[in-house]
C-alpha cells in the first residue's frame, strides 16, 4: 500500500549566519537533516513544526515564513510512502540549549540524535542526505549568499 508521508522542518539560523543541522540514527542509517519530522493525524503544518521543534530541541519557535515545498516525486527511505516535506524559516524565542557538536555524528550516552551549526558560506548539499534536504540547501543558498 502507498500512501503519503507529509513533513515539515525548520531552517533555523542564528545570528552567527549559521543554520541548525539534525544528524540522526534511525531505522539502522545514519542522516543528518534539517530539524523537524512528520506531521500528525489533525494536526497543522505550523503546529507541528512547533511540536517537533519542541521534542527535537526543547525550544519554542516562531514561524518567520514558507521556502520550499517538494516539487518532485520522493520516495521515503525508510517505506513505502510518498514523501512531501515542507520548509519554514524559523526562529527560537529563546537562545538553544542544546549540547552543539563540531562534527556529524558526535552522539553521546546512547543518544540517537546530535545537533551542530553549519555556517552558511560553508554550507553544501553534501551536508545532507535526502534529496529534498539537498534542493533547500540549493535555495538557501541562493538566498542568503552576498
Excluded at 500500500?1 to 513533513?7: E, G, L, Q, T, W
Excluded at 555556517?119 to 553544501?124: A, G, P, S, T, V
Excluded at 553534501?126 to 541562493?142: G, R
Aim: proline letters at 2%; charged letters at 25%.
Amino acid at each position: 500500500m502507498s500512501y503519503f508521508n507529509v513533513r515539515v522542518y525548520g531552517l533555523l539560523i542564528n545570528h552567527n549566519n549559521q543554520v541548525l543541522v539534525s544528524d540522526e540514527q534511525s531505522g539502522g542509517r545514519i542522516f543528518s537533516k534539517f530539524p523537524g519530522g512528520g506531521l500528525e493525524l489533525g494536526e497543522g503544518l505550523i503546529d507541528a513544526l512547533k511540536r517537533e521543534f519542541m521534542e527535537e530541541c526543547n525550544a519554542e519557535i516562531e514561524v518567520l515564513g514558507h521556502l520550499y515545498t517538494t516539487d518532485f516525486y520522493e520516495q521515503s527511505s525508510f517505506n513505502d510512502s510518498q514523501i512531501l516535506s515542507i520548509y519554514y524559516l524559523v526562529r527560537s524565542v529563546e537562545p538553544l540549549m542544546l549540547n552543539f557538536k563540531t562534527k556529524a555524528f558526535d552522539f553521546e550516552d546512547g543518544a540517537l540524535q546530535s545537533f551542530r551549526w553549519i555556517d552558511l558560506d560553508k554550507l553544501k548539499p553534501d551536508d545532507v542526505t535526502f534529496k529534498t534536504d539537498k534542493t533547500v540547501v540549493e535555495i538557501l543558498l541562493k538566498q542568503y549568499t552576498l
